[in-house]
């Protein structure tokens, strides 16, 4: 199954959700980070049950602190 992450290309053997798929990304800190799917916005409530499909076009925004 291939998705696309933040427009780059990513090959996964099984489908994932978005909390699966932000393990498998080492993103470890879940505060302050938005993901979207095809241009919506999901709920962090809702990242375990949200299954990605084949060609969805994901969106990882991770909030920094600026000066």
Do not use: F, P, R, Y
Request: charged letters at 20%; aromatic letters at 2%.
């Amino acid at each position: 199954m291939n998705i696309i992450i933040n427009n780059e290309s990513l090959q996964l053997h099984e489908t994932i959700s978005i909390h699966q798929l932000l393990s498998h990304l080492n993103i470890k800190q879940l505060n302050g980070i938005a993901v979207a799917i095809d241009e919506q916005v999901i709920k962090k409530s809702d990242w375990e049950n949200v299954k990605l499909l084949e060609n969805q076009k994901v969106t990882i925004i991770t909030a920094s602190q600026g000066g």
